[in-house]
């Protein structure tokens, strides 16, 4: 596996599988993993964490998960149980739609057993909501809630490297269903239409290769969905 860095905070690691895109954020001593996966190939990224030395220095670590499907979230234990080995302290962020979901561990709407696993219930640290602000270390990231893919789907944004994490809301050339338990069209429409103001220069989504031409990405996908012309 090789990673993307992306200079100077972030690291991509393209899913392995079903698995979705895994991120490293950090600046100092503090990092943030955006979604972990379906858990299978968990050791392979922490291979090249290590391989790679990306954990060097780290004492806090949030996971946080842009929304509550299973290909993003099965990892989170297997996650945390190796962070903290490694003598760091560990917490879970989600929605406060999505960490409800799960903290019940609802595989109605997390959708574990589309990939023949179970899904535990988890405690979730930080509910976090729409215009929340995380910090890692010096650096300030604003949460979008972007409803559409999910009900509790966010974005994350990082205003001074104008870089947006968009989880399953949209991709290079599309976007999420919304024909899931708790999708909705207008809703991600309207999330849509949220992102529209914000500038990017560098989008990483959940699935597929980053969106280097955001502007273009988003006006091209609102015209497929017949929302503009």
């Known amino acids: 596996m090789i990673p993307i860095e992306i200079p100077p905070n972030t690291v991509m690691l393209r899913g392995v599988g079903y698995d979705s ?3 490293l954020f950090r600046d100092g001593e503090e990092g943030l993993i955006v979604d972990t996966g379906t858990g299978v190939y968990w050791h392979k990224y922490f ?14 670590v949030i996971i946080l998960s842009t929304h509550e499907h299973f290909d993003h979230v099965g990892g989170n234990r297997r996650f945390k149980e190796f962070f903290e080995k490694m003598g760091l302290e560990v917490s879970f962020a989600a929605h406060e739609v999505a960490a409800e979901i799960l903290e019940k561990g609802d595989d109605y709407v997390i959708l574990s057993y589309a990939y023949g696993r179970k899904f535990a219930p988890q405690r979730v640290d930080l509910f976090i909501k729409d215009k929340d602000v995380l910090r890692i270390g010096r650096k ?6 972007t409803p559409g893919h999910t009900a509790g ?13 968009t989880g399953d809301t949209l991709f290079k050339g599309s976007v999420g269903r919304t024909d899931l338990p708790t999708g909705d069209f207008k809703d991600l429409v309207t999330s849509l239409e949220k992102l529209e103001g914000i500038e990017v220069d560098i989008a990483l989504p959940g699935h597929g290769r980053p969106i280097l031409d955001w502007k273009k990405n988003l006006k091209d996908i609102q015209k497929y969905l017949g929302v503009i012309e």
């Open 21 to 23: 895109n895994i991120y």
């Open 47 to 60: 291979e090249v964490f290590e391989r790679e030395d990306y954990l060097r220095g780290l004492r806090r």
């Open 153 to 165: 789907s966010v974005c994350i944004y990082e205003p001074k490297e104008k870089l947006l994490f």
């Open 140 to 145: 300030e990231l604003i949460v979008f809630h």
